[in-house]
């Protein structure tokens, strides 16, 4: 079997990537890990439709997020955010949906975590739309 020089090894860029600490990927993970929670109390309540819509749209926030890092493009790079935030508001929705029914359990962290991370997205956007330019 032949060996290659690089093999099984991380390019400087690689390990200058693992290096950096990437908040808005970090907070999307951690939102979508306290939205499994809250959807699994949704589901012991057998309120299946709604879990399911809000896991698709709260998980692919994250999804995007994640997708976004390794872009083909700058334009590819600011189309995966912009996918994200718009999951993120539907996400919103149907939280709210979530507080508004009486016989649904309350959950409020989840929506504020969901402003701070629209807040760091929509940031981002706007500062690579400036340096796609």
């Not at 991380?10 to 993970?29: A, C, F, Y």
């Not at 919103?92 to 507080?99: D, E, K, M």
Request: one cysteine or more; proline letters at 1%; charged letters at 30%.
């Amino acid at each position: 079997m032949r060996k290659f020089a690089n093999e099984g090894k991380l390019s400087e860029q690689q390990t200058m990537k693992i290096h950096e600490r990437n908040i808005v990927l970090e907070k999307s993970i951690q939102f979508s890990i306290k939205l499994i929670r809250y959807c699994e109390e949704l589901e012991l309540r057998k309120k299946f439709v709604i879990s399911n819509q809000l896991l698709q749209s709260g998980a692919s926030i994250g999804a995007n997020i994640h997708e976004a890092q390794d872009a083909e493009s700058k334009l590819d790079f600011i189309h995966k955010l912009k996918i994200a935030a718009k999951e993120l508001n539907e996400t919103i929705y149907w939280l709210t949906i979530c507080n508004e029914v009486e016989t649904f359990p309350k959950e409020l962290t989840l929506r504020s975590d969901l402003y701070e991370i629209s807040r760091l997205l929509n940031k981002i956007i706007s500062t690579s739309k400036l340096s796609a330019k």
